[in-house]
Structures are given as structure tokens and as C-alpha cells.
């Protein structure tokens, strides 16, 4: 069996109507992670919640127009993720909205790359 | 893997409308086998037939009986069948389970042998554990069915305390192909994470079984407390929880 790696996971939670030049925040976070050649991003769109702007998140039940909470999570080895950290502050620095990033000590294995 | 020499043959008899977990208790016995690795197993329905409780099963043509009997047989080592029996026991609630010797004369060839996985008991759970997470997507496909599903019966066959499925709207994984959500409902390609909280060493165990199912993919282990793990409580030994 493949042994496994320690590594990283970052969390960062916001808005899903956040945006960086003009462009979702998100779609921002997995571009730059996509850039620095992480191994895995996953974006979720949570149902209700709240950030340090006390503002409550919940979807609006008339369509997609609402600001759903998001958390965005990648997984990498140290290294990796030490070198997307400052690209991913610099786009909560450049969205105004601001949010939450933190860092979990995690072990990774790849799947089905034996 | 079933060697030829003496085993026993195992027959379980089950009502059709018997239920397990809002399922039919035969085919939860069936992927039971099926992911514990046993040979095979053989599910046959019968036309007519009476258990314990007196009342005469029989299919017609104008009523529908929707109660036939059930007969799940398989072939296994002394060993294992000891080692299934306790789930299986189980998992068959109210029909009867007998075994008979049998000379094996030939074992069944796999076309691509299967990983045997180790035997694992429940346990309570509390303390230090660790939280799997296991990254797919939606399209992925295992033996003709959603690999997720597949995964999270393969978690349950295994004993796993629990198991959630999460859908992401946007991500990549192992072979950095792009998963989004569509505008389009019919879209099936989202990036979906599997969470398991468990005991350390099942977890473990159940890593070369995972690795065998995915073919494209990543799985990231982290520390875990767990406060409270409990289950709702079901008349007449009904079986854990699902809670994670």
C-alpha cells in the first residue's frame, strides 16, 4: 500500500457573492491553487451561516441570488501549501469582503496513482 | 479466498418484505458478503413457503404476494463463516440461518482477485479517532454504479460508525480535470467528499479496500475527538446508528 503523506488542509470560509476583480472569490482561490499546482481543491456551498461580519448567510429561496456561506478546502504538502498562502491572502486582501483561513495538520494519499 | 477442501455451505432463510435500515434485509445481507470479500452468494426466490410464523407465502397470479421466501446461500471457510456470523446474524433478525459441510471440489476464479479485508468489530466510540475524507466525483462509476454509493455501502459492510457525502459546486482533484456545477439539472459532475469518523486502526485497515474501489481520487486522514456518538434506539436489536 502507498504510505501516507503528512500534509495540510486550508479552510477558508465566505460569501458566496464575494468577489475579486469582478469575478467570484471563489473561482479566484481555485484559479490561483490551479496556478500553483495544488492537489486538490473543493468548493462547498454551505445552507446557512454567519462570518465575522455577524451577517447571516442563507440562500433565498427565489433562485441563485442570495449570499450562501462557501468554504473552500485544498489539501498539499507543506511546501505547496506555504506557497499558495500569500496568493490566497492577497485575494481576501483584494475582495474587501474578508473571511476566515485556517490551517488543519492532515496525512494525504492519491488515489489510484500507485 | 475459498480454497478447494472442506467449508460450509451457509443457508439463510428471509421473508422478502423484511426490512433492515429502510432496505430489504436480503440485500443487505447480499452486500454484506459482497464486501467482506466472501466467494459469492446466490439469492434464489421461492414460489411458495412458511416460516415461524405460520402463514403460508405463495405467489398468485391475481394477488400478488409480496412476501415470498428468500433463500441467500454461500460457500466459506469454517473460519470466516465464524467470522461473519455475529453481523450476520444481525443483519437476518427474525429468518433462520443453518450451515451444512461441504467438499469444495474446485474454488470459484476471480477474473481479478480482490483484496481480502481483515475482520473489524464494532466498537464504542469515543476519544481520540480520525476523520477520513475521501475526494471523487460524481460521475465516477464502480462495477455500474456511483462509485459514492458504492463507497459508503463498502463503509457500512465494513462497519464504519458512519458515513456523510458532501457535494462541492466547484473543484479538481487527482488528475486536475476541472468539476462544476451546471446551470443544467441533468448535470452529474460535481466534486463530492466522503467524511468517516472511526477508530484509528479501522480506519487503517480500511485504506487497502479504498485504494482497490478508486481509481482517480484523494484521501486525507486528521485528528478527531469524539465528544458523543449515539443512535436512535430501535425495538428488538436492531443495529447502530448513523451518525458522523
Known sequence: MTPLRPAQMVRLHFGENDLYA???????????????????????RGIEGFGASTLLHR???????ADAPIVVTLVDVEEKVQQVLPHLKALFDGSLDGGLIAILEVEMLRLGHA | MLKPGSALKVVI???????????AAFLLVLDFLFYRGVAGATVTRGIAGFGADRHLQAAS???????LPIKIEFIESEARVQELLPKLRELVGHGMIAAQPVEVLQAPQAHTPAPAPEPLAFRELRGKAKLMRIYVSESDQWHGQPLH?????????HDMAGATVYRGILGYGASGRMHQERRLPWSHDCPLM??????EAKIRAYLPVIEEMVA?????????????YTHRTEPAGAPKGEQA
Open chain 2, 194 to 199: 466522503l467524511s468517516v469518523v472511526d477508530d
Open chain 2, 149 to 157: 454509493e458504492a463507497i459508503v455501502q463498502s463503509l457500512r459492510a
Open chain 2, 216 to 228: 482517480e481520487g484523494l484521501l486525507v486522514l486528521s485528528d478527531v475527538e469524539v465528544i458523543k
Open chain 2, 61 to 67: 397470479l391475481i394477488e400478488a404476494s409480496d412476501n
Open chain 2, 13 to 23: 432463510y428471509l421473508g422478502e418484505a423484511e426490512q433492515s435500515h429502510h432496505r
Open chain 1, 22 to 44: 469582478g469575478r467570484p472569490l471563489y473561482e479566484a482561490v481555485v484559479a490561483a491553487c490551479r496556478d500553483e499546482g495544488i492537489a486538490g481543491v473543493t468548493v462547498y
Open chain 1, 59 to 65: 440562500p433565498s429561496l427565489f433562485g441563485r441570488s
